[in-house]
């Protein structure tokens, strides 16, 4: 099942704001939570997205509808939904159930995580081959997310559109992306991935790229400050050899990250600097770019959102109507 996306691409706004799930958010009550997220709204990002872990802290569709319930036009987006958290059954059942309570305003992004896991284990309908690639893994999991959403509308069940957003890097599932699904959601990404991702989706499929800012005017001491984050990721990882596959070598990755890697990667500087290094990505192809601010609460990540908010080239994302 796939949907419409110009609606949602109008509503997007130029950028939005991506929350680490943890530690930041596990540590958060709710209600400062419902509080800086609708200051979010009105400083006039366009979406905001949380991700969820292996094992939380906060279960992705619970903590999506307190974000949905604590503003009125704020799009809500997971960054993402770990597919080896839950059936696609009921990967379909969580979205659907929103989509249909906010309309216009939930898009689902879906990954595999660092480590793949293909749901419960019981469930037919969940379970991949074991020898399957993790395009085939996520393509096996899409397909049985539309058999359940035909079952559903069989049964006479509600219905309402939601983009799936996949968590692609390679080429590979930027290619399921758009052929499966409507869209990417890449994460810890360089304006180069952007431009190459923009190619393969084509003019047609959301492209909603995360970037990490880093609100820090001194170049040295934002690099250093990027070093220690970069250090916290496996050479290993996904994103490690996304950056790889983008050209990026041995020197590159030697002492903590080079100043071309490192510059390419988080975006530091005043407001004015950050806000042209954002807009790069929408430049290369992005419809929304999702700012990440490295905090050690969200009073404060919000707080650093609201210096450069007025920097942004950004309109105001499309009203809509208030939920009932």
């Known amino acids: 099942m796939t949907t419409t ?3 949602f691409r109008a509503r997007l706004g130029r950028f939005g704001v991506w929350l680490a799930p943890a530690p930041v958010l596990g ?3 709710a209600a400062i939570e419902r509080e800086q997220v609708a200051r979010i709204e009105a400083l006039g990002f366009g ?3 949380v991700g969820e872990g292996a094992h939380g802290p906060k279960e992705i569709f619970a903590h999506l509808a307190l974000l949905l319930t604590a503003t009125d036009r704020l799009l809500v987006g997971s960054g993402i939904a770990r597919v080896g958290n839950r059936t696609p059954a009921a990967m379909q059942a969580g979205a659907a159930t929103l989509a249909e309570a906010f309309p216009g305003r939930l898009l689902l992004g879906l990954g595999l995580g660092i480590t793949a896991n293909t749901g419960d ?4 309908a969940a379970r991949a081959p074991s020898d399957a690639s993790p395009v085939a893994v996520m393509r096996h999991y899409l397909d049985a997310m539309t058999a359940a959403a035909d079952a559903d509308a069989d049964a006479g069940g509600l219905a309402a559109p939601f983009p799936r957003l996949l968590a692609a890097l390679g080429p590979r599932m930027l290619a399921l992306a758009r052929d499966h699904a409507d869209g990417a959601h890449p994460f810890s990404v360089p304006v180069a991935h952007t431009a190459l991702a923009r190619e393969i989706l084509g003019p047609d499929k959301l492209l909603v790229p995360e970037q990490v800012i880093l609100d820090e005017p ?3 001491a934002a690099r250093a ?6 250090a916290a990721g496996s050479p290993t990882s996904p994103y490690a050899r996304n950056l790889r596959r983008l050209g990026y070598g041995d020197d590159d990755f030697a002492h903590g990250g080079s100043d071309r890697l490192i510059d390419d990667r988080f975006a530091h500087g005043d407001p004015a600097a950050l806000a042209r290094q954002l807009t790069e990505h929408l430049d ?3 419809d929304s770019v999702l700012i990440r601010v490295p905090a050690p609460t969200l009073n404060a990540a919000v707080d650093t959102l609201a210096r450069l908010a007025d920097a942004l080239p950004a309109a105001p994302a499309a009203s809509l109507p208030q939920h009932i």
């Open 218 to 220: 001194d170049p040295t």
């Open 5 to 7: 996306t110009d609606g």
């Open 27 to 29: 540590a958060t009550p």
């Open 284 to 286: 290369a192809g992005a």
């Open 47 to 49: 979406s905001v997205w």
């Open 225 to 230: 400050l990027a070093r220690r984050h970069l």
């Open 121 to 124: 284990p019981q469930d037919p």
